[in-house]
């Protein structure tokens, strides 16, 4: 599957931080890098800066140079372009995840990045569930199901 033009959400504009314009990013999606292409506010900028924690980046994009640029922003979605090549078998957008459900623990609410593997945040109580092969059995995104080894969770 390969869609260069592939707009997928990449959090929402959050308050300000110093006084270049510079600002939070509240719920993170696709990656935040330097160099990144971003469509917020109705216009295309480039991510210049990236600092923070994934949970909460701290961004300053091209063309925000102070506190009220950056404020006027405030609560304006954020888009990239996927791209970057095709995605080999085996491969998901993080975005396509969300909204999955897991028979037995819910749905699919966000896709973390940890440190190995990336993990699916699932169902009401947050149940995390590591996105590897010996976890995750098949992933059916027409029927928005994926299937996990109960087994290897210790879920049986």
Known sequence: MTDPARRLPAGRVARPHGL??????????D????G???IVGGREAVVERRAGTDARPLVHLSGITDRDAAEALRGEPMIT???GGPLSEG?????D??????E???????VV???SCDVLEVGDCGTLVPFVSDAVRRVDLDARVIEVDRGFLGLE
């Open 36 to 38: 990144a292409r971003v």
């Open 104 to 110: 037995g623990l819910g749905e699919v609410r966000r």
């Open 31 to 34: 990656e935040l890098t330097e």
């Open 20 to 29: 270049d314009g510079g600002f939070y990013v509240e719920q993170p999606g």
């Open 91 to 95: 491969e998901w957008y993080a975005a």
């Open 97 to 102: 995840l969300v909204g999955c459900r897991i």
């Open 81 to 83: 372009t996927g791209g």
């Open 113 to 115: 990045g940890g440190p």
